[in-house]
């Protein structure tokens, strides 16, 4: 009797302790869910803690030094010089840099990137062929915005990325890498901490170079000051010495040294950042753009089916009154006039239609009538674009071209290319309409640059003898070789007199930059054009 107690007894403890051990693991299961959950929310594992585990002495230095030749060579191109032939440099020199990343992080090249990369390259040229500030303006935001997008292609997939997604990410990368902007200081103590488990001799090897490269980056440091005082003594006791200064780097030693510096040191800082940021995976963009298309598609059916029809009134009204010339305008308009009234607000219009339909088509259930309506929204908007594109062509056979108008074209282009993206889109879901519509927006672009539109315009001006004064003060210097060619008809033209006096006060002060890092092929090619009118017209006042 007590041994079948005790048996009992035995067998109630050890149930008790299964259970208790159950519970145990569950409570452990559940602890390491909410770490691994806490870890992941915003960071990957390595990321959560102070440095990455497998980093080392090797790979700081190596960071170190790439961020600092790249610090470098950013001033040396970029300092006080913006349109000068070293643009294209520092943007070959950040796409050399991020491919070096990818090597290291064992990461391919993808084949979107090598056309984003190619693009990078020709709008950094044209930046050092042109004189029009719209177009270096636009150039360079298009640039920045391209290394954003290359180095998101490469680091995550982003086959169902959306705009938002995009934009979301690039905004993250940016005001995340902040984070690091002191981690050149913290990482050698973090590796120093990680280092425990290494042998004496790794630790030795890893605290000489350390040592090594603190010392290089004290040298570096006391070496500024001395710079300083130095080179100031040395331009002013050699005026061959000071004027070889002069032509590589065109700065003022006393108050530019301290400026070259400062960027230096930025660059620096933010480059070091931006790598660890870039290294570092951000969990939530691993994850792919959910499918959010749940809503009933009676509403944008309703939406479309009101909207279609006063589209098809006012598509039927273009094409019987502006395309096929019928009807009869309203009492006091020109087709001229007519023609401008309501060309901008037929672009908004368009642009509108292009956001609504692809708003629909993201968030809409798939349904065949939806399709259609969606479908004869883009045809009426094609109406629309060829509408508009029309209306400005009427306009500029009257008044000439401006850099506006041309532009207005440029972008009605892209409006209609991304609308033939978007039926596509409509019928395959699997489109990628954001990589199209990047390699629309910046192939075109490219082309609208290279061309130089302000060489197009004056030529166009000058030749209908319109727009001469536009021609002559609001082009930019891409012009200038144009309105030599037609000088002598603009000297004729009495109502010219005080605009071609403004234009000689212009080219009194025109001069070639003194330096190589300025250089400009649009600049030169003037230079040597004023160069030649201003011989040409001593020749004519000598006689």
């Known amino acids: 009797m007590d041994s079948n107690n005790l048996n009992s007894g035995s067998n109630i403890s050890e149930k008790t302790a299964s259970e208790f051990a159950t519970k145990e693991d569950v409570k452990e299961k559940e602890l390491r869910e909410a770490a691994e959950t806490i870890t992941s929310f915003n960071m990957p594992k390595e990321e959560f803690l102070p440095v990455a585990v497998n980093d080392n002495t090797d790979n700081y230095i190596k960071r170190i030094i790439l961020c600092l030749i790249y610090a470098i060579f950013f001033t040396f191109c970029l300092y006080k010089n913006h349109t000068g032939i070293t643009y294209p440099l520092f943007a070959l020199a950040t796409i050399v840099s991020y491919v070096l990343l990818l090597k290291a992080s064992k990461e ?31 150039d360079k935001i298009f640039v920045f915005a391209l290394f954003f997008v290359m180095f998101l292609n490469n680091l995550y997939d982003d086959k169902t990325w959306d705009v938002t997604r995009y934009f979301a990410s690039a905004f993250t990368v940016i005001f995340s890498s902040i984070v690091y902007f002191i981690d050149p200081i913290l990482d050698p103590i973090r590796i120093s901490k990680n280092s425990e488990g290494k042998t004496e001799e790794q630790k030795k090897a890893s605290k000489k170079k350390l040592a090594t490269f603190g010392y290089v980056l004290a040298g570096i440091g006391i070496s500024v000051p001395i710079l300083c005082v130095v080179l100031p003594l040395l331009s002013s006791s050699d005026a061959v010495f000071s004027h070889v200064l002069k032509k590589v780097f ?23 950042a931006m790598l660890k940021r870039l ?120 008044y000439g071209l401006t850099f506006l108008r041309v532009y207005v074209l440029w972008a009605l282009t892209v409006i209609a290319l991304a609308m033939m993206g978007t039926v596509i889109f409509v019928y395959k879901d699997k489109m990628p309409f954001v990589k199209y519509s990047i390699i629309v927006l910046t192939l075109t672009w490219a082309i609208f640059g290279i061309a130089h539109p302000d060489v197009y315009i004056a030529k166009y001006n000058l030749n209908l003898k319109t727009g001469e004064r536009y021609v002559i003060r609001e082009l930019s210097d891409d012009a200038i070789p144009v309105i030599f060619e037609h000088m002598d008809e603009l000297e004729s033209n009495e109502k010219m007199n005080d605009n071609l006096k403004w234009f000689d006060n212009y080219l009194t002060g025109y001069s070639e930059p003194e330096d190589y890092r300025h250089f400009n092929f649009a600049k030169h090619k003037i230079y040597k054009a004023v160069k030649e009118y201003n011989q040409n017209k001593q020749v004519k006042e000598a006689e």
Request: hydrophobic share 55%; proline share 2%.
């Open 108 to 138: 391919k090249v993808k084949v979107f990137s090598y056309f984003l990369m190619a693009i990078i390259m020709v709008l950094s040229v044209n930046v050092c062929t042109t004189t029009s500030i719209p177009l270096i303006v636009f």
């Open 279 to 398: 290294h570092f995976r951000i969990n939530w963009l691993e994850s792919p753009v959910k499918d959010l298309r749940t809503f009933n598609p009676a509403v944008a059916i309703t939406i479309s089916s009101v909207l279609l029809v006063f589209y098809g009134l006012y598509s039927v009204i273009q094409i019987v009154f502006l395309f096929l010339g019928f009807g009869t305008l309203p009492e006091g308009y020109t087709y001229a006039n007519y023609a401008r009234e309501g060309f901008f607000q037929l672009v908004f219009v368009c642009i509108i239609n292009l956001i609504l339909v692809l708003i629909c088509r993201k968030f809409s259930k798939d349904n065949i009538v939806l399709r259609i309506m969606l479908t004869l929204i883009s045809v009426c908007t094609f109406i629309m674009i060829f509408s508009s594109a029309y209306r400005m062509i009427l306009y500029i056979g009257v």
């Open 250 to 272: 065109t700065v003022n030693i006393d108050a530019d040294l301290i400026g070259v510096f400062f960027l230096s040191l930025l660059i620096f800082i933010v480059g070091y």
